[in-house]
């Protein structure tokens, strides 16, 4: 292994790394031509709109809803820790919860005030890092998402910030979501590979593949591979409230994916997946249990097989019939395996 230096893509970029202490990047261990894996799942799972759809009404505190979805799925993205640092005891009660099924793994977005105020102090990076520590030890977080908003865009002062940050964090799997076209849109015009992708290479960062209403210059459906991780995220297409200052985030992601729409998607995600190690499908529609709905219906058709579904949500979504088998048993829950 090497130092880390000042990269030719920065140079390129026109922006330096800041001043921090020196860091090794360790080098990637496993090539991009491993056989595929996708993980399928949700963003987030404690909402009181899931009850009576996905879930029962449990008590409040139970943690039930987490023991639910890792019977449902493989993955989860969590929600809270875009708000909040976990703390360590959070995350090995959420070990346990999910230990129903081994195959289980969390991805977790990075704290809002490094990505969105950005002014987060060492304190708080430090006080982060040892809340996920349980899930990294233990080998359940598949990745950490630095979610940047629409207002980040490609500027001299964020590419630096965003190689610093980078830096920070080298030592997790990480993966940039960026929702501007601007970071890519001038490399295209070109006819090269934009900047960014060639930075998040170097650094061994994935890319984040957003579904998203293209308004303005957002950033359109891609297909980017820049890391061992290949990563998507489904928010729903809702043009009318995406920039609404009302209404509030269950309108924004109140959204349910025809099957035209996720044909698309699949063969996106069938290509992310040939080019990378493990490839997560995050479904943040999450509005009375759209994502749960339109994450069965995606896994169902990578895997080419059926599962057994609840009664509750076919009959909120029978689109959902083409991909179930006949019910083995009367229950609030379902099993995909």
Avoid at 102 to 124: I, V
Avoid at 179 to 208: Q, T
Avoid at 244 to 257: C, F, K, M, P, T
Avoid at 288 to 306: F, P
Wanted: hydrophobic share 40%.
């Amino acid at each position: 292994m090497r130092p880390m230096r000042r990269s030719n893509t920065l140079r390129a970029m026109n922006t330096a790394i800041p001043a921090i202490a020196p860091q090794v990047v360790p080098p990637r261990e496993t090539p991009l031509t491993q056989p595929r894996n996708i993980w399928i799942g949700p963003a987030g799972w404690s909402y009181t709109d899931w009850r009576g759809i996905v879930y029962p009404s449990y008590p409040h505190g139970s943690g039930k809803e987490l023991e639910t979805v890792a019977e449902l799925f493989d993955v989860v993205e969590i929600n809270t820790s875009f708000y909040r640092p976990l703390r360590p005891e959070v995350s090995r009660v959420w070990l346990r919860k999910c230990a129903v099924n081994p195959r289980f793994r969390f991805t977790a977005k990075l704290y809002r005030r490094f990505t969105h105020e950005r002014d987060a102090s060492a304190a708080e990076e430090r006080g982060f890092k040892e809340g996920i520590a349980p899930l990294m030890e233990a080998g359940k977080l598949g990745a950490l998402l630095l979610q940047f908003p629409w207002s980040f865009k490609n500027a001299p002062e964020n590419r630096q910030y965003l190689a610093g940050l980078l830096l920070r964090f080298h030592d997790y799997p990480l993966v940039v979501e960026i929702r501007h076209a601007s970071w890519v849109i001038s490399g295209v015009m070109a006819g090269n590979k934009p900047d960014v992708l060639k930075l998040l290479e170097e650094y061994r960062a994935g890319f984040c593949n957003l579904d998203q209403p293209v308004i303005g210059r957002s950033l359109a459906p891609t297909e980017n591979v820049t890391a061992p991780i290949g990563y998507v995220r489904l928010h729903g297409r809702n043009y009318d409230s995406w920039f609404a200052e009302s209404g509030g985030v269950d309108l924004r992601y109140d959204y349910l994916y025809s099957r035209e729409e996720l044909d698309e998607w699949q063969r996106r995600i069938e290509s992310i997946a040939a080019r990378s190690q493990d490839t997560y499908v995050i479904l943040n529609n999450h509005y009375q249990g759209k994502a749960v709905a339109n994450a069965i219906q995606l896994r169902s058709m990578t895997e080419d097989k059926r599962f057994s579904i609840p009664e509750p949500l076919l009959a909120r979504y029978p689109q959902l019939s083409p991909f179930s088998t006949p019910p083995a048993f009367e229950d609030t829950l379902f099993r995909l395996r």
